[in-house]
């Protein structure tokens, strides 16, 4: 079958139509529903997983923060705190800096007064006012990615403190000034 130049035009100008029609029809995407932030937990003390998402339609999920502050409580004592809300945000852009969406293991999140003197004596490494006493901090690992990574990842971004735990295989992060150990 032969087509004639005006055909050809025809069909060009219905299939231009075409695609006109179907872009005027089809809904705009809901840029609030882009902006949900999931984050998904281990912990490696409790055995217990988490995976909730925090914030959507531009607003933070009240039910997942309780959920999260209860799940990086203080382990040691049960005593459970306000986590930062900047810290997750942290842990979130992190991961998605990293291009994973996999698990963070979670060594020390929230600790009360009574755990952080019980580690300071056991330990050098354990600050007086430790970040973790505000629920501002966070000891984490990120499954499939290298802690090196990890920790150049939080660097690169200087929104808190970072150190670098190699022996004990986790980076910790916290929401305080910018600085590096």
């Known amino acids: 079958m032969t087509v004639t130049k005006t055909q ?5 100008g219905l299939a231009l139509v075409g695609l006109a029609v179907t872009a005027t029809v089809t809904p705009p995407r809901d840029v609030r529903a882009a902006d ?14 988490l995976d909730v998402v925090y914030y959507e339609n531009g607003e933070y999920v009240d039910s997942a923060l309780h959920e999260i502050n209860l799940f990086l409580r203080d382990f040691r004592t049960g005593d459970v705190a306000e986590m930062d809300r900047n810290l997750l945000d942290i842990l979130y852009d992190v991961r998605n800096e990293l291009g994973s969406s996999e698990t963070f293991e979670v060594i020390s999140a929230y600790r ?13 490494g354990v600050a007086r006012n430790s970040q973790h006493l505000l629920g501002t901090a966070i000891d984490v690992r990120l499954r ?16 808190g403190g970072v150190g670098f735990y190699k022996q004990s295989d986790f980076v910790h992060m ?8």
């Open 8 to 12: 050809r035009r025809t069909l060009i």
């Open 144 to 159: 499939g990615i290298a802690i090196e990574k990890l920790r150049d990842t939080a660097l690169d971004m200087q929104r």
């Open 112 to 124: 009360s007064q009574l755990t952080n003197e019980m580690l300071r004596s056991k330990s050098d």
């Open 36 to 49: 949900a932030r999931q984050l998904s937990f281990f912990h490696t003390h409790t055995q217990q997983s």
């Open 174 to 181: 916290d929401t305080g000034r910018v600085r590096r150990w």
